[in-house]
Nanobody, 114 residues
Framework: QVQLVESGGGLVQAGGSLRLSCAAS????????MGWFRQAPGKQRELVAA??????NYADSVKGRFTISRDYLKKTVHLQMNSLKPEDTAVYYC?????????WGQGTQVTVSS
């Protein structure tokens, strides 16, 4: 059984930084995508940043501020978030996509105060 455990959310002032981490456990042979999504109240879940075999994708709203990184041996993925804005406030979910489907973490709250 694959599990994703997230850490690193919290409350920060606008302009501050946070680092999210996600550790995957279980038997995983092929990873199609590993990354982060977020969902703000009343909005749909959206891609923030993700890494695939073809490269790295970022949402336009976070380009230049967020950086995703991955440790392949430890099966972890990190999201360094700098210059945070109040509109970055959301629950952030770690995502692991394998050929059979998607796995999700439990979510971690990120709140950016103005």
């Amino acid at each position: 059984q694959v599990q994703l455990v997230e850490s690193g959310g919290g409350l920060v002032q606008a302009g501050g930084s946070l680092r999210l981490s996600c550790a995957a456990s279980g038997i995983i042979f092929i990873i199609n995508r590993m990354g982060w999504f977020r969902q703000a109240p009343g909005k749909q879940r959206e891609l923030v940043a993700a890494m695939t075999k073809d490269g790295t994708n970022y949402a336009d709203s976070v380009k230049g501020r967020f950086t995703i990184s991955r440790d392949y041996l430890k099966k972890t993925v990190h999201l360094q978030m700098n210059s945070l804005k109040p509109e970055d406030t959301a629950v952030y979910y770690c995502n692991l996509q394998v050929p059979s489907g998607d796995y999700w973490g439990q979510g971690t709250q990120v709140t950016v105060s103005s």
